[in-house]
Nanobody, 125 residues
């Protein structure tokens, strides 16, 4: 059974940093696109950033320069380093993975086959 488990969420002040981690089990995702999505209160889930099998990344404009995605294929994990957090970053953050190897980066949640349960990030002022 494939599982994605996020960790690292919490409460942080404006300007602070958090690092989210997503640990995958049940299969290896070394050659698969993985992504972070988020759902803010009252809004639809949106992509934040993604990384493909070759290390190419996509980052949405609102977090560019502040958030960085990385992966450790040896540990079957993907991480999200979030710096200079603002109130608008408050959301539930989800890890997602595509089941097809060597696929491009997808921007829509429907393209991803596996999801974590989400971790809450709250940025307070």
């Amino acid at each position: 059974q494939v599982q994605l488990v996020e960790s690292g969420g919490g409460l942080v002040q404006v300007g602070g940093s958090l690092r989210l981690s997503c640990a995958a089990s049940g299969r290896t995702f070394s050659y698969h696109t993985m992504a972070w999505f988020r759902r803010a209160p009252g809004k639809e889930r949106e992509i934040v950033t993604a990384i493909n099998w070759g290390g190419a990344t996509y980052t949405t404009d609102s977090v560019k320069g502040r958030f960085t995605i990385s992966r450790d294929n040896n540990k079957n994990t993907v991480s999200l380093q979030m710096n200079s957090l603002i109130a608008e970053d408050t959301a539930v953050y989800y890890c997602a993975a595509d089941s097809t190897p060597y696929s491009p980066i997808y921007y829509k949640e429907g393209e991803y086959d596996y999801w974590g349960q989400g971790t809450q990030v709250t940025v307070s002022s």
